[in-house]
C-alpha cells in the first residue's frame, strides 16, 4: 500500500514568490492535514481538509492556503514568501469516521528554502 | 493553555537502558496524546498513542504512562537499541476540534549508544 506521497521534496525560493506544494493520500483516506516543522517553532497545525472542505485551520496568515480535489488529493500554497517561510511542509492523510482508528500518516515532506 | 512541554531536549542512552521522555500540558479538553518518532529525512511516524481513561498502555517495548490529575504523560522505551535513535515527539489533541489538529511538543533527540 502506497504511503503519503508530496512533491516536490526540496525546492528554493524568492521572497515575494508563491509556491504550490502537493500531496497524495494513502488511498481510502479521505482526510488531509498540513503541518509545517521548523527548528524554532516545531511542528505547527496549519489546516485539514475533508470532502473537498477545509474543517480546521491554525493560526497562519492567509497567505497560507489550500484546497483538496475530488480525489482528496490535496493542495497548499503560500503566497508573497516570506524568508521565515523556510521550513519543512508535512502532509497527513488520515481514515475518518472510525472512531478507533486516529491514526494520522505522514508523507517524507516539502523541504522549501525561501532565499 | 494550548502547549504540550516536551523535555528533555536530548537525550543519550547506553544500549539496554531505559530512555524516558516526559510531555506536560496545561488543556484540560486534550484528550489524545500519541507519541510520534520521526528519522531524518522522513515524516513523523505514529508509535503509541493514549486516551485520559487509562493510565498505562504497552506496546512491545515501548509504554506511554499518563497521570490525568498531574497532567503529565510519558514515553518509556525499554531495552533501547542503536536503531532507537530519532527525535521523539509527544502531541495532544481534542475530539472536538477533531484528532488530527495537533499541537505538539518541542521534540527530544534521543541518541543509544551501542
Known amino acids: 500500500k502506497a504511503g503519503v506521497t508530496q512533491t516536490p521534496r526540496y525546492l528554493i525560493k524568492t521572497r515575494g514568490q508563491q509556491v504550490t506544494l502537493s500531496c497524495s493520500p494513502i488511498?481510502?483516506?479521505?482526510?488531509v492535514s498540513w503541518y509545517q516543522q521548523t527548528p524554532g517553532q516545531g511542528l505547527q497545525f496549519l489546516f485539514e481538509?475533508?470532502?473537498?472542505?477545509?474543517?480546521n485551520k491554525g493560526n497562519f496568515p492567509g497567505r497560507f492556503s489550500g484546497r483538496q480535489f475530488s480525489n482528496s488529493r490535496s493542495e497548499m500554497n503560500v503566497s508573497t514568501l516570506e524568508l521565515g517561510d523556510s521550513a519543512l511542509y508535512l502532509c497527513?492523510?488520515?481514515?475518518?469516521?472510525?472512531?478507533?482508528?486516529?491514526?494520522?500518516?505522514f508523507g517524507a515532506g516539502s523541504r522549501l528554502t525561501v532565499l | 493553555q494550548q502547549q504540550v512541554k516536551q523535555s528533555p531536549q536530548s537525550l543519550i542512552v547506553q544500549k539496554g537502558g531505559i530512555s524516558i521522555i516526559n510531555c506536560a500540558y496545561e488543556n484540560t479538553a486534550f484528550d489524545y496524546f500519541p507519541w510520534y518518532q520521526q528519522f531524518p529525512g522522513k515524516g513523523p511516524a505514529l508509535l503509541i498513542a493514549i486516551r485520559p481513561d487509562v493510565s498505562e498502555k504497552k506496546e512491545g517495548r515501548f509504554t506511554i504512562s499518563f497521570n490525568k490529575s498531574a497532567k503529565q504523560f510519558s514515553l518509556h522505551i525499554m531495552d533501547s537499541q542503536p536503531g532507537d535513535s530519532a527525535t521523539y515527539f509527544c502531541?495532544?489533541?481534542?475530539?472536538?476540534?477533531?484528532?488530527?489538529?495537533?499541537?505538539f511538543g518541542t521534540g527530544t533527540r534521543l541518541l543509544v549508544s551501542p
Open positions: 502531541a495532544a489533541s481534542m475530539s472536538n476540534t477533531g484528532f488530527q489538529k495537533l499541537v
Open positions: 497527513a492523510s488520515s481514515i475518518t469516521g472510525n472512531p478507533g482508528a486516529n491514526v494520522l500518516t
Open positions: 481538509y475533508f470532502s473537498e472542505t477545509q474543517r
Open positions: 488511498s481510502g483516506h479521505r482526510s
